[in-house]
């Protein structure tokens, strides 16, 4: 019975469904995530009698034809790439990108890593790394006397130092923006890798055209909202209780066959 | 065997695919831009059999095809600049397949590596009157009117990088399912730029699955399948009597 298969289509999608809900409601509080959605498909279709066919010799025509489909996919799971709100959090390496780009991090194993989530640090060398302890790149390097940071919506890096009442430009901040930034892709620790699908990075400074600019002090909090989620989890709950019924439903029918007596 | 039983397996086949539409109508209940499928079934007049001495004719179930409902699904928000959606009825957005173009109702849209604006799976959204719609990628987001004018803003104002095509076929029963939510054209009918069509960024279609109404399509096909069961015991009863007393008088 096509019916059961059909349906198994139908809850599978839905557990995937309720998957990437459960991740987006896991990293609410992540700073700059950006939310998930599973897109789904419907499968392929059988045609039982064909539309467009002739029904007869003179030459009439089957309008609408029969075609019974097997289901649903997932089509892609896509990220939602829009602004997430900044937060006001005081600390000195803390930046939000407010528009487009992407901070580059340099991996342990040499690859360029792109990131959202600005809340950096300084190591025992005095540069500026991620919490993970990666390094910013172009690396930037503050002096040990330094007094107070200021970092511009350009991405200029400026330092006070004890005694001295100028302020010094130690470094300028680049950020990277893609052709397709839903096409990056992840790896965990908020960090994404270039792939065949997002093309390549452009780089330029902070408050260029179609660039974003810097914001000090803030991070970009996430950009899930906590009741479209909920409400898409209830939905995709009902969804997978329906796909159920038809199993039931299948099941019952199957059996009121088999006990037809001969 | 007699009338009977062919009548009641001929509505027994029908409703097993009432079940299969009705599967898939559920399974799709949340796939963007899906439309939902019901079985049309009408009474079809057979030949009698062969032995029936009266000559009753039989009408047998037959399902002669399939209805869609091509009527507006809710709009549902996310936000997100690459999602659309159509308001207006039975328009579709044309995509380019591997041989020759698609329609389709499911505005989950992206870019590619090169900015040109697709579908999750890859094919080219098809701009009006045809051509592909190319973002220049040092620009923002793009902005797209209710008439399908896309646009980005540059140093110097907004540029206009395309307009989407939405398009009408004068006859929807033309159209035939592909899966990957894409419907192909079966005749030769160029479909008509739809005016009236409205382009709605941030929003997709949900599919316009009643939930409600499969779910009591199950119950009823359920329960036909069971009372149509019930007649084939019964006129096996009826026979096996009638074999028994006819037998006991000869």
Known sequence: MRALRTATTGMSAQQMNVEVIS??????????????????????????????????????VVPTGIQVGA????GSVYRIMTQGSPTRTENTYDIAIDGKGYFQILLPSGETAYTRAGNFAVNDQGQIVTKDGYLVQPNITIPQDTTDVSISKSGQVQVIQDGVTTPVVVGQLEIATFYNEAGLEAIGDNLFLESGASGPANIATPGEIGYGTLMQHYVEA??????????ALIVAQRAYEMNSKVITTADEMLSVASQLRS | MDNTTYVALS???????????????????????????????????????????????????????????????????TGNPYDLAIDGEGAFFVVNGANGNLYTRDGAFTVNNEGVLTTQNGLVVQGDGGGEIRLNPQYGEPTISPDGIVSQRAEDGAVRVGKIGVVRFGNLADLEKRGDNLFA?????????????????????????????????LVEINRAYASVSKIIEQNQELNRTAVERLGRSA
Do not use: W
């Not at chain 1, 289901?71 to 997932?74: I, N, P, S």
């Not at chain 2, 949340?30 to 049309?40: A, I, M, P, R, S």
């Not at chain 2, 057979?46 to 709009?75: E, L, V, W, Y």
């Not at chain 2, 929003?203 to 939930?211: F, G, I, Q, Y």
């Open chain 1, 71 to 74: 289901g649903v996919k997932t």
């Open chain 1, 222 to 231: 996430s950009n899930v909202d906590a009741v479209s989620e909920i409400t």
């Open chain 2, 185 to 217: 054209a079966t005749t030769n009918v160029p479909p008509v730029p739809a005016t009236d069509a409205r382009v709605r960024q941030g929003l997709l279609e949900a599919s316009n699955v009643n939930a409600i109404a499969e779910i009591t399509k």
């Open chain 1, 23 to 60: 991740n987006n409601i896991a990293n609410m509080n992540t700073v700059g995530f950006k939310r998930q959605r599973a897109e789904f498909q419907d499968l392929l279709y059988q045609n039982v009698e064909r539309m467009g066919a002739q029904s007869s010799e003179t030459g009439t």
């Open chain 2, 11 to 77: 509505r027994q086949l029908v409703l097993r695919r009432e079940l299969d539409v009705t599967a898939n109508n559920i399974a799709n209940m949340n796939t963007t831009g899906y439309k939902f499928e019901q079985l049309l079934v009408s009474p079809e007049r057979g030949r009698p059999t062969f032995n029936d001495p009266i000559k009753t004719a039989a009408h047998f179930a037959f399902d002669k095809g399939i209805g869609r409902d091509f009527s507006q699904g809710t709009f549902l928000q």
